[in-house]
């Protein structure tokens, strides 16, 4: 994966060598920025061998939520604490559907998913609304010192370092791996399913709150697109939908990979379909050459 | 005097044979009469609503969107049952509607000609999936997606047809705007196909193999079962029901374009889950889809009528999506017990004398089997 | 652990129930474990021993009686619990997990965690090293996959890491029939240090005479029940134990074959190689001949059995009936005629969704199908009764969902399965384990009973007495070599164990080799 995520940043590179300058890598790295927090969201909930259908829901909540009742009045900036909360929630809601309700994933985040996304409709009908001016000019920045998208960018990998070492982790690999075992190694498997989701939707929360800032305005249909993407990404970065097997890393390589194929047919004006059809080859040859490698090893 | 007592007797005596047998399928397909119920008392509630929602009119209406929903799970319905997915069933039904317009236009033929060859292209392309799915032994999520991707990409390749309505043949849309006596044309076909598959599945031999291989590939496998063969079957007539629904979305709608059958997505799904079938594969039925696609039409026509708007529809379909698969399962339990299990609903088999193997959810002789089916993959299978 | 006076009971069960969908898997599971001491737990295959060890390990929760450990009554709602109680458990089927390391395995519930990753690591691979040294165990490398060991490394491991936490209560479930003999014995060395410390130790096996060798007394549970309870000294005999252990005497169980006459070869195996353990094997079967195979888990039996069956791909000879004979799938070998009843009755055979006869008939389809494809439903069911006839299933049972029934009734409705194909050679892979003493009777007339209408058997088992009494012929496998065959009057348990450990003596008087094969 890692041979085909430098091979299409060099093509990128080679195409508009002006890319290598700080506020290109900053715009770059901003417009992936939302596919990877979704995708690294998606990318725990496939570890532990679930699925979740409903971060696009969850994003448009959080987006909207941001471009109205955040943005809606000055003295309000602060209620922006309280949306990734909402996120939160909805996450360990899709958490208590699977873990108590014994839902297949797939078929409880799809209930969800519609639910969230009429939330998001009901709060914001159409596009439009505010978000605050001043925390959007920060998160559009990228001619500062440190752009805020690759600022952000490094907390983002320097938690997923952090995170990596913590039992909570480890857990989920187990739960993937083996479930099974996993219990009879003492791991709470609901405790950690439930976390996962739960996370998965503050991911989820933060990416439309990050996409509602960069675009200063809040969207409740822009959701939807995300949710096969960081599929996508997820098993274009190795991630096996069985679970137990892949890593964090590599899933947000699949989100630039996706992001760089957008922005080399757009560099080269060549017609949508290339991309399309660039996106889903990709994924059908990478399924095929793991399935290979996995029968001949 | 005989034929008249007969015929005063008759509708007595269908009635209660109807009602024997609707009895007898809703004790075997708990979930299916269950969704069925619950579409009833939808309509009901709509109808004391406003008296027009049960107008003929309006009701064959929401026949022919049932119909499309039904024609895009129907395929599918098999492809769960034997224990895939497919997702590329929307962009399925844009090529049917697309390749429908572009053969019209290009080729001077036989409109039954084109149907016929629009039908067989949906089943190729429900091959590839298959193909893909059997020999990469790749998820089918993933697979299918990508398909759907690759269709996608060829439909706007090609140029679309951003509602060139005038392209639709005429011999299409007079059909699929016709009525059969009661019936609009397109519910016939829906239900005529939709029994096909009912006795496809309970009563052949190919139906038993699909029910199988969803149960447990491994042991079907093992058992003398073509697994690969009964998959790929599975996909390539979802190839073929979607693309026919594709056709006769466009000749409904007197267009075609590319994202037309995008609700079809997760609609599908929804409505097979409704009908009681597993996502895991193994356990469903044709009527429970049936049922389904009824549930989900009648509730998309209710809501509006009740003054909800799209926001709030969205938000009761999801509801009901949950609702209606929670009670679907607890249904279907209820229907393994009066079998005499007791244990499908605690998805725990029976072990009394087995000491090495248990079975709970937390399973380990399960894993265990898990790991050995990994191990003989591993050498080379 | 604080200095207890040995001989007190430290952990006492109490009338443990558990039903599984209304039938009773442990009816009264009581046992007194002394500190100090071996207990050995004894029984047959579905006895309840390993529903009692789940219980005990907080697997699965108990439908009723007491647990109670140095006076407290413990609730044991999930494995979690248990290990807080410090209660153990090796489990037969190993609780490592593949995906992560053989270090991070064993000290799982208690990783050193740091800031950093790879400080971490080293302190892991430091606690892991001091802790193998300590236990004088085989040292195997840390960083390594558990996916990556064999069998017998990960059950080796598993004792290793039930041992490091210093159990209050060490609990082993057939910790040792997957090891070599010297590894078995580092074992059994381990698990007396640990008693002898002041643990409970409870020992499962259904080897008696590894029970006898280790335990100091000893529980016999049958059907779910405790019957026996004694000291293992000179006053209880093995014939008093066995006998407890089956609620008959043995001689009774295994039918006699009379006039065994074998007529020509049906099967003859020439170079076989299968995956990355298994072979070069030469063997043949004659018809009419019940061949035993017997060896310790993951020797290469599963590679052997699934090539002969056609689920795997092979390199070498295999002639049936004279003809070439090289199935790409089972589909075909049981064109062929060879059928098998695989391993695990749950994962590899039954489909537990439907009913008794959908599983019976689902091998037979073709026969039962008119044109298109539409089956025959009277036709289903006179065959499928017929089926159940031949392996004496009740009849009632044909419309029942297949998980309803008791493990011996799943096991009849495999055979029935496999008999309706006509087999011309059956093979059984361990069919008789997990299932009831009377259907295990039932098998062994069956197979008896194939055998002499001239079908060739492959019987494989990892129960020795019961190879040794039911076949015509036995070999052993051993690291994917058959290191001996020989007619089964000149085998006996031990000689079996010692060539299946790869330690075979010579003065048992068979050598390995083929060049006994002739009979």
């Known amino acids: 994966m890692v041979p085909l995520f430098v091979a299409l940043l060099l093509v990128d590179v080679l195409l508009q060598p002006d890319i290598l300058t700080k506020p290109q890598i900053g715009l770059t790295i901003q417009t992936a920025l939302p596919l990877i927090l979704v995708t690294v969201a998606q990318c725990i909930v496939l570890l532990t061998g679930g699925i979740d259908i409903s971060v696009g829901g969850t994003m448009v909540v959080a987006n909207v939520l941001t471009a109205t009742w955040v943005g809606s009045a000055n003295g309000a900036t602060w209620r922006l604490v309280l949306v990734p909360l909402i996120g939160l929630i909805l996450g360990g809601l899709n958490g208590t559907l699977v873990v108590v309700g014994n839902f297949e994933p797939f078929i409880a985040t799809l209930g969800t998913w519609a639910i969230y996304d009429g939330i998001a409709l009901q709060i914001l009908p159409s596009a439009g609304g505010a978000t605050p001016a001043a925390l959007s000019s920060w998160a559009q920045n990228v001619t500062n010192l440190i752009p805020t998208s690759i600022l952000l960018l490094v907390v983002t990998v320097a938690i997923w370092g952090y995170w990596r070492s913590t039992n909570l982790c480890r857990h989920i690999y187990s739960i993937g791996s083996d479930e099974a075992r996993a219990r009879l190694s003492g791991v709470n498997v609901r405790r950690t399913k439930f976390s996962v989701y739960a996370i998965a939707g503050l991911l989820a929360a933060l990416a439309g709150i990050y996409l509602a800032l960069i675009t200063g305005t809040g969207d409740a249909t822009i959701g939807d697109g995300y949710i096969l993407s960081s599929v996508e990404a997820c098993v274009l970065g190795g991630i096996s939908l069985e679970g137990g097997s892949g890593g964090v890393g590599l899933a947000v390589a699949g989100a630039f990979i996706l992001t760089f194929i957008d922005g080399i047919t757009s560099v080269l004006v060549l017609p949508p379909w290339v991309s399309i059809v660039l996106a889903a080859g990709l994924l059908i040859v990478v399924i095929g050459i793991r399935s290979r490698l996995v029968k001949f090893s | ?381 | ?519």
């Open chain 2, 1 to 381: 005097m005989n034929t008249v007592l007969h015929e005063k007797t008759a509708p007595l005596a269908i009635a209660a044979g109807l009602g024997r047998s609707v009895m007898a399928a809703a004790r075997h397909q708990p979930a299916a009469a269950g969704a069925f119920a619950l579409t009833l008392m939808l309509f009901a509630a709509a109808t004391a609503h406003s008296l027009g929602f049960a107008s003929l009119s309006n009701v064959r209406t929401l026949s022919i969107f049932a119909a499309f929903v039904g024609l895009a799970a129907m395929g599918e319905t098999l492809v769960i049952i034997a224990g895939g997915l497919d997702l590329s069933v929307p962009w399925l039904i844009d090529f049917g509607g697309i390749a429908l317009s572009q053969m019209h236009r290009s080729l001077h033929i036989n409109l039954l000609l084109i149907l016929l060859a629009v039908v067989f292209c949906g089943m190729i392309l429900g091959a590839i999936n298959g193909l893909l799915v059997t020999f990469l032994r790749a998820p089918p999520l993933i697979v299918t997606l990508g398909v759907g991707g690759l269709i996608e990409g060829y439909l706007v390749a090609v140029g679309t047809l951003q509602s060139s309505g005038d392209v639709v043949p005429d011999g299409i849309e007079r059909f699929a705007n016709a009525n059969i006596g009661p019936l609009p044309d397109i519910t016939l076909i829906w239900l005529v196909l939709a029994v096909l598959a009912a006795c496809i599945l309970s009563r052949t031999g190919f139906g038993r193999r699909i029910y199988a291989v969803g149960d447990n590939a491994r042991a079907a496998r093992l058992a003398g079962i073509h697994v690969e063969r009964v998959r790929f079957a599975t996909y390539v007539i979802s190839g073929a029901t979607a693309s026919l629904a594709g056709i006769l979305l466009t000749g409904y709608i007197q267009t075609a374009y590319v994202g037309m059958g995008a609700d079809y997505l997760f609609g599908a799904i929804a409505a097979i889950a409704l009908g009681g079938t597993a996502l895991l594969g193994g356990t469903g039925s044709s009527w429970g889809t049936v049922a389904g696609a009824c549930t989900l039409t009648v509730l998309a026509g209710l809501l509006p009528v009740l003054g909800l708007n799209t926001a709030a529809v969205k938000i009761v379909y999801g509801a009901i999506i949950l609702a209606g698969v929670y009670f679907a399962r607890a249904l279907q339990q209820i229907g393994d017990r009066d079998r005499g299990s007791h244990t499908l609903c605690e998805i725990q088999p029976a072990q009394p004398d087995s000491d090495s193997e248990t079975a709970v959810g937390i399973d380990p002789s399960r894993a265990v089997g898990r790991l050995g089916t990994r191990q003989t993959t591993g050498l080379g299978r």
């Open chain 3, 1 to 519: 652990m604080p200095p207890t006076p040995r001989c007190e009971v430290g952990l006492s069960l109490r009338h443990l129930e558990k039903n599984f969908g209304g039938v009773r898997a442990l009816a009264d599971g009581s046992i007194k474990a002394r500190r100090g001491e071996v207990h050995g737990i004894l029984g047959e295959n579905g006895a309840g021993k390993s529903t009692l060890i789940r219980v005990l390990s907080g697997v699965i929760s108990r439908d009723g009686g007491e647990v109670i450990l140095d006076g407290a009554s413990l609730r044991l709602g999930s494995p979690a619990e248990a290990l807080r109680a410090g209660i153990r458990t090796v489990f037969q089927e190993s609780s490592l997990i593949p995906a992560l390391t053989v270090a991070e395995n064993v000290f799982f519930d208690r990783l050193p965690i740091g800031w950093h990753r790879r400080l971490r690591i080293r302190a892991l691979h430091r606690l892991y090293a001091s802790l193998m040294v300590a236990l004088g165990a085989r040292w195997l490398d840390p960083s390594v996959k558990v996916a990556a060991l064999s069998v017998a490394d990960r059950q080796l491991l598993e004792v290793a890491k039930a041992i490091g936490a210093s159990p209050n209560v060490l609990i082993l479930d057939e910790a040792t029939s997957a090891l070599s003999l010297a590894d078995a014995e580092w074992v059994l060395h381990q698990v007396r240090r640990i008693a002898d410390a002041g643990s409970v130790v409870l020992f499962v096996s259904h080897r008696l005479q590894e029970v006898k060798a280790i335990a100091d007394r000893v529980t016999v549970l049958r059907s779910g029940r405790t019957v026996l309870e004694a000291k293992l000294d000179e006053t209880i005999s093995e014939d008093d134990l066995i006998e407890a252990m089956l609620g008959r005497r043995l001689a009774r169980l295994y039918p006699k074959r009379q006039g065994v006459t074998h007529s020509g070869t049906l099967l003859r195996v020439d170079g076989l190689r299968a995956g990355t353990k298994l072979g070069p094997v030469d063997f043949m079967l004659k018809a009419g001949e019940i061949l035993g195979l017997t060896a310790l888990p993951g020797q290469g039996q599963r590679e052997l059995l699934m090539s002969l069956s056609g689920d795997l791909r092979f390199n070498g000879g295999i002639t049936l009936a004279g003809r070439r004979y090289a199935p790409r799938s089972p589909a075909e070998a049981q064109k062929h005629g060879v059928f098998m009843v695989p391993e695990d009755r749950q994962s590899e055979a039954l489909f537990l969704r439907h009913s008794v006869q959908f599983n019976v008939t689902c091998s037979v389809l073709p026969v039962l199908t008119r044109g298109l494809g539409i089956l025959d439903l009277r036709r289903e069911r006179a065959v499928a009764l017929s089926g159940a006839n031949r392996v004496g299933l009740d009849s009632q049972r044909l419309v029942n969902p297949v998980a309803t029934l008791s493990g011996g009734n799943q096991q009849k409705t495999i055979f029935a399965r496999a008999l309706l194909g006509q087999p011309r050679i059956f093979i059984l892979f361990d069919s008789t384990r997990g299932v009831d003493v009377g259907t295990k009777a039932d098998i062994y007339r069956l197979v008896t009973h194939l055998a002499d209408k001239g079908v060739g058997v492959i019987f494989y088992s990892t129960d020795f007495t019961e190879t040794l009494h039911v076949c015509d012929r036995i070999m052993v496998l051993h690291e994917g070599h058959i290191v001996g065959i020989a007619p089964a009057e000149a085998w006996n348990e031990e000689t079996l164990l010692r060539y299946a450990s790869g330690q075979p003596l010579a003065r048992t008087g068979i050598r390995p080799g083929a060049q006994n094969m002739a009979n």
